[in-house]
């Protein structure tokens, strides 16, 4: 095995984290577990013939990897649902936080009517998003 400094291990690790985290995500789409919202919903457009060879890709990727994280004593991340979640809905908030008419004014004169429109509904989008973030912060019951 090569000696391997804290640093590089974790720049390394974190690199293959995140290839392997997308090739999950894609194997999941290619299963047919593809999102369907209210403001964004998936099309798969992906032929036959694309859909094979991509799995086969995915996973010779996925081997290259365990490889790798075997020469190198790697472990695999065990990230937690709760935090991810916490995370990604912070970031959410963030933004939605200037889905208003003042952080519209950026972008031109913000009509008055689409101020009475959208400052309540963002406020409303922060509120929900925050009771998220206070959900999974919490405590198992």
């Known amino acids: 095995m090569p000696v391997i400094g804290a640093n590089h291990k974790r720049t390394i690790s974190i690199s293959l984290h995140l290839v392997d985290q997308r090739l999950c995500e894609w ?7 593809l999102e369907k919202g209210v403001m964004y919903q998936l099309q798969d457009d992906i032929a036959p013939a694309q ?3 991509l799995r086969r890709r995915i996973a010779e990727t996925r081997e290259r990897l365990d490889s790798l994280r075997k020469k190198l004593g790697l472990e695999p991340a ?3 649902l709760a935090r991810m979640i916490v995370g990604q809905a ?3 908030w963030e933004m939605l936080a200037e889905l208003n008419s003042s952080g519209l004014r950026g972008y031109g004169t913000v ?9 309540p509904a ?3 989008l922060v509120e929900e998003l925050s009771g998220i973030v206070r959900l999974m912060s919490q405590d198992e019951p």
Do not use: M, V, Y
């Not at 194997?27 to 577990?33: A, F, T």
């Open 111 to 119: 009509p008055a009517s689409l101020a009475k429109t959208i400052d």
């Open 122 to 124: 963002g406020e409303a």
């Open 51 to 53: 859909r094979k060879e």
């Open 27 to 33: 194997e999941q789409r290619l299963e047919g577990h």
């Open 90 to 92: 912070t970031i959410l």
């Open 78 to 80: 065990r990230p937690s």
